[in-house]
């Protein structure tokens, strides 16, 4: 069972357009990372999320942690071309042996079409 | 600053075939991992160590063996290579395991034929 799901798997838009990927769970995570991921390079870290029902803005990305912090959403408005990549989201889980561990989904595909 | 440094990028094995994927960091966390990839699987713990001569296993260690003998390199062996061993393996480390920030390499490629 996968402990973070991630929705949708493989998404393929316009320039411009806008969209959200998701990252659900039933248990509860003390944070919750999001990271892209560009092709042959590893995955770099674009935000951290703590409090339930923060939101945090990075540009033109938007994330947000659930108010139960089970789950979390980035927003992405006017993609670009540069977006395109592997969003991947990780959570710690707030309690239980190797809490500091991190899970890891299984990625949402971004590709923005010029 | 090179930060975490993966060799080789690409690698190929027969079946039963050993080899050492090396992972070294300038950047003197304790916290290194090793995680391997999967389509459709995301990204997998296999073993971690939160400090020189300690190590320990994470999600999918059969197979695998580490250790930690300085603060900055943390090699991961395959000792007798098999087709399921092929992925894309990453190297992580952080300041400390608690640390949010977590630093990724830029992975090997294995293929175990």
């Known amino acids: 069972t996968q402990l973070l799901e991630q929705s949708p798997q493989f998404l393929s838009i316009q320039e411009g357009e806008n969209l959200t990927v998701y990252c659900n769970s039933s248990?509860?995570?003390?944070?919750l990372q999001w990271y892209r991921q560009e092709p042959g390079e590893g995955p770099v870290l674009l935000v951290t999320v703590v409090t339930g029902g923060e939101v945090k803005k990075l540009k033109r990305l938007t994330f947000q942690f659930g108010d139960a912090r089970k789950d979390s959403s980035l927003h992405i408005t006017a993609a670009q071309p540069g977006d395109t990549g592997l969003y991947l989201c990780a959570g710690r889980l707030h309690s239980g042996a190797g809490s500091y561990q991190l899970t890891f989904g299984k990625g949402t595909k971004l590709s923005v079409i010029p | 600053n090179a930060g975490v440094t993966q060799t080789p990028k690409f690698q190929v094995l027969k079946t039963g075939q050993s080899m050492t994927l090396q992972c070294a960091q300038d950047m003197n966390h304790e916290y290194m991992s090793w995680y391997r990839q999967d389509p459709g699987m995301g990204l997998r713990l296999i073993h971690y160590s939160v400090g020189a001569g300690i190590t320990d296993q994470g999600e999918v260690p059969n197979g695998y063996n580490v250790s930690r003998s300085t603060t900055e390199d943390f090699p991961l062996r395959l000792l007798s290579a098999a087709p399921s061993q092929t992925s894309v393996y990453f190297c992580?480390?952080?300041?400390?395991?608690?640390?949010?920030?977590?630093?990724f390499g830029s992975g090997t490629q294995l293929s175990v034929l």
């Open positions: 992580a480390s952080s300041y400390n395991p608690a640390n949010e920030k977590l630093f």
């Open positions: 248990s509860v995570f003390s944070s």
